[in-house]
């Protein structure tokens, strides 16, 4: 396999970003002129990373680039900073994630990689962050990929908000901060209250009401795009705080009779490494079925 670590102007982002890239490369076997002239595409995998991580976690912390090459996929790993691969309009010049991977992205990969353009070749997953954003992005196209894996995460569901629709992002974000403990937190410490992140995500639009029905708020949007999702495999440890959610989550789709879904829970493992290191050769072989 070959690893390229690129950094290119994004247009869309107006900034540099940061993109690992793994190929494969022949075999020993192989005549490399051949190999490399061939018109040959290989599923990619949009590979995203977790809160407070970048591009390099899956090349730093797993053994990612080997079962690429064992599995025969090309694995795309962006920089999406922390912003949760959600649009971010008041950050820089209006840092917008998802109008980045999907226009420009993606058609950086397909024109300089032999990546197969078609949905049955791309497939999405990521840990934590990197699995909320896995469903953002596959809600907003499910037509682009033949199936996602979240990995330790959970849909993101406030109930509590639905009293303070009519508040702007401004008035909720100056009443949360006089107490965070009014509000519970989705997956932090649940001592300290509703976090600034998730006042971040919420208080960035307009009204709250125009936060409900983003594509942020993944819990009401799963309702509205389960039945046109591509198959889903969703993993979390039994010891991970997720764990609780994801079990929701299941439950969530059997009442709905989703029958592309599938969840496997594994005793002894946190949100930790370790686990994802497992969880992304599960999600590669279920890929290729």
Same mark, same amino acid.
């Given at each position: 396999?070959?690893?390229?670590?690129?950094?290119?102007?994004?247009?869309?982002?107006?900034?540099?970003?940061?993109?690992?890239?793994?190929?494969?490369?022949?075999?020993?076997?192989?005549?490399?002129?051949?190999?490399?002239?061939?018109?040959?595409?290989?599923?990619?995998?949009?590979?995203?990373?977790?809160?407070?991580?970048?591009?390099?976690?899956?090349?730093?912390?797993?053994?990612?680039?080997?079962?690429?090459?064992?599995?025969?996929?090309?694995?795309?790993?962006?920089?999406?900073?922390?912003?949760?691969?959600?649009?971010?309009?008041?950050?820089?010049?209006?840092?917008?994630? +998802?109008?980045?991977?999907?226009?420009?992205?993606?058609?950086?990969?397909? /024109?300089?990689? *032999?990546?197969? %353009? =078609?949905?049955? &070749?791309?497939?999405?997953?990521?840990?934590?962050?990197?699995?909320?954003?896995?469903?953002?992005?596959?809600?907003?196209?499910?037509?682009?990929?033949?199936?996602?894996?979240?990995?330790?995460?959970?849909?993101?569901?406030?109930?509590?908000?639905?009293?303070?629709?009519?508040?702007?992002?401004?008035?909720?974000?100056?009443?949360?901060?006089?107490?965070?403990?009014?509000?519970?937190?989705?997956?932090?410490? +649940?001592?300290?209250?509703?976090?600034?992140?998730?006042?971040?995500?919420? /208080?960035?639009? *307009?009204?709250? %009401? =125009?936060?409900? &029905?983003?594509?942020?708020?993944?819990?009401?949007?799963?309702?509205?795009?389960?039945?046109?999702?591509?198959?889903?495999?969703?993993?979390?440890?039994?010891?991970?705080?997720?764990?609780?959610?994801?079990?929701?989550?299941?439950?969530?789709?059997?009442?709905?009779?989703?029958?592309?879904?599938?969840?496997?829970?594994?005793?002894?493992?946190?949100?930790?490494?370790?686990?994802?290191?497992?969880?992304?050769?599960?999600?590669?072989?279920?890929?290729?079925?």
């Amino acid at each position: 396999m070959a690893v390229h670590r690129i950094n290119f102007k994004s247009n869309i982002l107006e900034m540099p970003v940061d993109v690992n890239v793994i190929t494969p490369t022949p075999k020993r076997h192989q005549n490399p002129e051949d190999y490399y002239t061939s018109e040959k595409k290989y599923p990619v995998l949009w590979l995203l990373h977790g809160g407070g991580g970048d591009h390099n976690d899956w090349l730093n912390y797993t053994n990612i680039i080997r079962y690429a090459e064992d599995k025969g996929f090309i694995v795309v790993c962006p920089n999406g900073l922390d912003s949760d691969f959600a649009p971010q309009p008041q950050f820089a010049g209006n840092y917008d994630f +998802p109008e980045f991977f999907f226009h420009e992205l993606m058609p950086f990969i397909y /024109c300089y990689f *032999p990546a197969g %353009k =078609e949905p049955e &070749n791309n497939f999405m997953s990521g840990p934590s962050m990197g699995g909320s954003g896995t469903l953002l992005l596959a809600m907003m196209h499910p037509e682009k990929f033949g199936a996602i894996a979240p990995l330790s995460c959970s849909l993101r569901n406030s109930p509590f908000l639905q009293d303070y629709q009519e508040y702007t992002g401004g008035e909720f974000r100056a009443l949360a901060m006089k107490n965070r403990q009014m509000f519970p937190t989705e997956w932090a410490d +649940p001592s300290e209250g509703i976090s600034i992140k998730e006042l971040n995500a919420i /208080c960035k639009y *307009p009204t709250i %009401k =125009e936060y409900l &029905n983003s594509y942020d708020n993944t819990g009401s949007r799963y309702l509205e795009t389960y039945s046109r999702l591509p198959k889903m495999y969703y993993t979390c440890g039994t010891k991970d705080p997720c764990y609780p959610k994801g079990l929701e989550f299941e439950k969530l789709t059997h009442k709905l009779g989703v029958e592309n879904a599938f969840f496997e829970y594994v005793p002894g493992y946190a949100h930790e490494w370790s686990f994802w290191d497992l969880a992304i050769q599960k999600a590669m072989d279920f890929f290729a079925r």
